[in-house]
């Protein structure tokens, strides 16, 4: 990944050890033209998994659904219509 400076369109060193992950936008200073400019990074989609008993035989763990209709498993996040009492 490559910083291009807007001004001058020089490329940065990777700047990615020096930066706080927590911001979105930084400021940097070109070190060429010595201008100050801002950059947003853009990171990778990142997959998180997780265990769903409920697609491996175990039952759904159904919960009350924001639609009052409805209920949602907390696991595999599949609404059915509640059963009528
Ligand atoms: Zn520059
Ligand atoms: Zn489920």
Redesign the pocket.
Known sequence: MDLICPYCEAKMEDPDDNINHNVSDHEWRCGYCDKNFIFSVEYEPIYTSHQ????NG?????QPATNVNYVI??????AKLKEAI
């Open positions: 769903v008993p409920c697609l175990e039952p759904h763990d159904y498993c907390r696991h595999c996040h599949k």
